[in-house]
């Protein structure tokens, strides 16, 4: 951007014009920057007390703004303005620390201020050559977070040994990395089938449990496996709704049998709707019979294996092909940021690798370097590493566990606090920092009425605006969802939380009607 | 994140405990962020005398950084001090005004401070319900940019006629953006074909011209579709590198005549190598004859189409399928940010909707409200509209345009500078801000030895670090793209550069040893 409003005809009819439009201007990006780490100041003060589910209705926000965009230029002031106005009371805050959804998104100084500084450099890291740093600083990162999470150097890009086959890459979600790592493994199983082009593919069979994120079967769509090809493999109570394996060998083999192809298992560590574990060690013998490709999704819980006491959920990860986590969920790295390690990167580049004229350089040719765009759907991609190692340098490990302590010690005392009060039950062992509980069917209730009882109970709290928790079904039950971890909460929170549910059940209980 | 480091057996047990870990202290949050601030002053007010292309060597990272994470915490300070020492001298710098290579990654202030609060707020929007605000603001906003580029109201979520059928969402890359319309398309065409599950795939045909993005043939083969099927249709300069609508009727009808089932063709509206201009109303001619699905994308030059001079490359957009442009490349966002647009929403969330119990709300439910979810890979997403509102409310689609307009002139100029000297050509025609040149064959010289002089050319200028510039091949010739737009340029780098390629040319045709 120049200052340029008129079209001179040479270089010579170019003056400075220091009235221009400039966008960069660096006086301009201080004051702004200024005016919205003043908001943001305001905003984490504040937030405790604005509703954490807001109470508009579907549309509000064009009743408040102008359908038109402006043709004039305005001072930034209006923009906070309408963001002050108009926006922030339409916001279901997920930094409020009365926000038990869903999965925290929990975050930190070190993480926004590492993506402010990635926003401000705006470099498009696609190959190596197109910002040395930025992809050195993700390979540096991830062998971090690697070690943290005592990988085995298989997954590591660099070892004391020097580069290794393995390595990884940072993605917008886990979907994402469930993506590639599928397409990866299913042209490897169309090689190895022999398939003329992608004829094979409606012999390929990929499985995972019925707790596995929805994203998981919609992914497999998107790579183009037969939906009637996606094994969902039912659970139950009798594995905590954890993977059997035994259940999944006799699957594969009947597929097998069937002259079908196994291609890809994905085994979870610390499923969305429960928590639960697959085994990820037995998982792998499973499929190393058939020679399926095995992914770890620890989008959640995988922060949590940072700490000794929660690391043996990954044992076995050495034999499987591909883990990955989401730093973004609960390790203090605000969105998005989704971890992807491989045991053998080949086997992603094989699938992902481009190499068109105008992105050829000579380091790509040497084979020396790592070129990010060959580990991803898309070929632009942000500076991601920045602020995941502002993170682990700023913290340290001995910070990032105290955190995922102090959110499991949080989670633990709400869970006893449920099973003291005899009017609930916790439905499923807590694994980490989610607590599935429900108000218990007493004597006569059918589940129907309990469900409605427990529903009754979610809306009451969340139109409070004092805390908003979110459900599930798990095994057929409807089970409110308690996650703890939002990086403003603490004790308090979490207590006036859990009296807020016991006043509430006793309304309902009582046959009172909610009076907020 | 409470601050709670001990397990204490009840409630009771809980106090307040001011020394615990907090990382999103706002007293923290501010500090470090005015540090960022900072630092991002300096580096605006410095970047231009960096070497645009950094000298260091693959693996630089590693021996200026520890290997291993840090067991500590550490003063913000620290990482700060590393960021300036080790991380800057190893990136490529494209926010330098000397950068011309690629595309720029346009930026501005009020960008990186919608980025910031953002990230600050950590929303994760992927319903309405989760974030309302998020959601209406990625709404309006699309509505915004699709009235600043005229596009028909059948793209629009919302008119003055109430909510449309038509609407957009914002992803992270145009290969995303083409890979959610490959997959709807891909679907639509074997329901079309009366395909058993995915059977029918190696029948369905795509197509895009030779010059069209190397990510578009990726995204076809991670859709599923089979290789050989995937057709790269050659252009000429009789067409200035342009997609001829006759010659894909013709191989669209040979497809269709050897059984297969033409499914999609994207359309490019300034093709990366050359920002040539496929014909869009005619292409969607030729498409209808077919019922493929077709798709725009003009990923660089849409943001050009805001202005009335240009906008006529758009022309026949109203009978296309979807049309992706990012703000990310000329319209002053920072990464990431493409925005889609989709003239029947259910065509992608047929593919795209997934519905987990976990995610269940009446809002969803009762279908008045957009869950962007379901118009993307992921299931999570940042606050993705902010800062793209930002920069429309604070600038105004008179800054916009006047930013479009300078760029383009100082394009102009170059261009006419080159024209003016006789030592060099230019290649193709100039549409929008990139200028496509070479040292021209001298009488004798080979096309080979003219690509060894410009290649030549093109290395000596960026081993100076005072201008970045990247190459293509267009019709079998070795061409230098001149990107004109980084954020901090003005007539002076444009004119620099210029001075420097006339330098070092001379260099290279009086056979003198660079001394750079």
Known sequence: MGSLDSNPASFDAFAADAEGFQPLNADDVRSYLHKSVDFIYDYYKSVETMPVLPGVEPGYLSQL???????????????????????????????????????????????????????????????WQANPAATEMEVLALDWLAQLLRLPNSFMNRTSAGRGTGGGVILGTTSEAMLVTLVAARDAAL????????????????????????????????????????????TGAETDYALDPAKLLEIMQADVDAGLVPTYICATVGTTSSNAVDPVGAIADVAARFKAWVHVDAAYAGSACICSEFRH???????????????????????????????????????????????????????????LKDMQVGVGRRFRGLKLWMVMRTYGASRLQEHIRSDVAMAKMFEESVRADDRFEVVVPRNFALVCFRIKPRAGMTEEATEAANRELMERLNRTGKAYLAHTVVGGKFVLRFAVGSSLQEERHVRS???????????????????Q
Chains 1, 2 share one sequence.
């Open 313 to 371: 959920h990954l044992n076995g990860v050495e034999r499987v092909d591909s883990i990955s986590m989401s730093p973004h969920k609960w390790l203090m790295t605000c969105l998005d940021c989704t971890c992807l390690w491989v045991r053998d990167t080949h086997r992603l580049t094989d699938s992902l690798e481009t190499n068109p004229e105008y992105l050829k350089n000579d380091a790509s040719d040497s084979g020396t370097v790592t070129d």
């Open 191 to 234: 090689r190895r089938s022999g398939s003329n082009g992608v004829a094979g593919i409606t012999r390929l069979t990929v499985y995972a449990a019925d707790q596995t994120h929805s994203t998981f079967f919609k992914a497999c769509r998107l790579a183009g496996f037969d939906p009637a090809n996606i094994r969902s493999v039912p």
């Open 65 to 127: 703004l102008q359908s038109a965009p402006p043709n004039a230029a305005a001072p930034f002031d209006i923009a906070m303005k309408e963001l002050r106005e108009a926006v922030v009371p339409g916001m279901t805050h997920w930094a409020s620390p009365n926000f038990f959804a869903f999965f925290p998104a929990t975050n930190s100084a070190a993480a926004i201020a590492g993506e402010l500084i990635a926003s401000a450099m705006n470099t498009v890291g696609f190959t």
């Open 497 to 515: 939380a859990w009296e807020l549910i016991r006043k509430k059940t006793t309304e309902i209980m009582s046959g009172e009607v909610s009076v």
